[in-house]
């Protein structure tokens, strides 16, 4: 397994307008033997648990979970983690015939709590996710 980062600034507007407390934002890549997994960050590991967020779909890319600031204000206290399951927005390549199946979700998951050197987390999901 190979983690790929790229990393740069978040900057959240409070509801006045004014620039709100920055947090660290970061995209990767965790490379497995059956698909290469999109997933992004915000803020450092705290005192609260991180979160791992799995969006709904199946076939929705994370996009659409990040059209607020809601991410960045928890992200203040604790590592919040949203990843691109196998096969969507930016976990295209997937070797022929690696499975579609929930425990294949769930390997996929695990990667990348693995590739982040977490322990524990809380697991967050939106509809099918």
């Known amino acids: 397994m190979r983690v790929v980062l790229a990393g740069l600034m978040v900057v959240g507007l409070g509801a006045s307008g004014m620039a709100a407390q920055a947090v660290a934002h970061r995209t990767a890549i ?3 033997a059956q698909v290469d997994l999109s997933y992004e960050t915000f803020g450092t590991a705290g005192s609260g648990l991180p979160i791992i967020a799995v969006n709904g779909g199946p ?7 990040v059209e607020n600031d ?3 204000r928890i992200a203040r206290h604790r590592l919040v983690v949203l990843y691109d399951q196998r096969g969507t927005g930016g976990s295209k390549r997937v070797s022929a015939g690696a499975p579609q199946t929930m425990a294949a979700q769930v390997a996929d998951l695990e990667a990348i709590r693995a590739a982040l050197g977490i322990e524990k987390v809380a697991v967050l999901g939106d509809s099918y996710g």
């Open 59 to 65: 076939g929705l890319s994370h996009a659409y979970m």
């Open 70 to 72: 809601i991410w960045e």
């Open 30 to 32: 965790v490379k497995t």
